[in-house]
C-alpha cells in the first residue's frame, strides 16, 4: 500500500494549509480510490499530525479510518460527547467560511 500525503501552502505569509490526502496505489475493496482536498488551519494541520505521529499511523490512515467510522453513523445514532463537540466545533468553521466566502464575493 502507498500512501502520499505533501502539505502544500497556500501562501507563504497564510493562517491556512492544504492538506492533500491521496489514496495513490491504495487498492480498497470495490477496487476504486478517492481523492480527498481539504484546507485546514497550520493549528489544525499540526492536530493531526502529532496525534497521527503519536499513534504511530499516517493522517491518510486516519483520515480513512474516520470515513469508514462515520459512514455507519445514522441520525438515531446516539453520539459519544467529544464528538458532538468536534461536530459543534465543525459547525462553528463552517459558518465562518461561509461569511468569509460571500464578503469576499461582495
Same mark, same amino acid.
Given at each position: 500500500m502507498v500512501n502520499n500525503r505533501q502539505r502544500i501552502p497556500l501562501a507563504p505569509a &497564510?493562517? &491556512?494549509s492544504l492538506l492533500w490526502v491521496a489514496y495513490n496505489g491504495t487498492v !480498497? =475493496? /470495490?477496487g /476504486? $480510490? =478517492? #481523492? @480527498?482536498n481539504v484546507r485546514v488551519s497550520e493549528e489544525a494541520y499540526a492536530g493531526w499530525e502529532q496525534f497521527?505521529?503519536? #499513534? /504511530? !499511523?499516517?493522517?491518510t490512515a486516519l483520515v480513512e479510518a474516520c470515513g469508514l467510522? @462515520?459512514? &455507519? !453513523? $445514522? &441520525?438515531? $445514532?446516539?453520539l459519544p460527547p467529544f464528538m458532538n463537540e468536534i461536530c459543534a466545533e465543525a459547525r462553528r468553521i463552517t459558518v465562518g467560511r461561509r %461569511? %468569509? %466566502?460571500r464578503s469576499d464575493d461582495a
Amino acid at each position: 500500500m502507498v500512501n502520499n500525503r505533501q502539505r502544500i501552502p497556500l501562501a507563504p505569509a &497564510s493562517p &491556512s494549509s492544504l492538506l492533500w490526502v491521496a489514496y495513490n496505489g491504495t487498492v !480498497v =475493496e /470495490g477496487g /476504486g $480510490t =478517492e #481523492q @480527498l482536498n481539504v484546507r485546514v488551519s497550520e493549528e489544525a494541520y499540526a492536530g493531526w499530525e502529532q496525534f497521527a505521529a503519536d #499513534q /504511530g !499511523v499516517t493522517i491518510t490512515a486516519l483520515v480513512e479510518a474516520c470515513g469508514l467510522a @462515520l459512514g &455507519s !453513523v $445514522t &441520525s438515531a $445514532t446516539k453520539l459519544p460527547p467529544f464528538m458532538n463537540e468536534i461536530c459543534a466545533e465543525a459547525r462553528r468553521i463552517t459558518v465562518g467560511r461561509r %461569511r %468569509r %466566502r460571500r464578503s469576499d464575493d461582495a
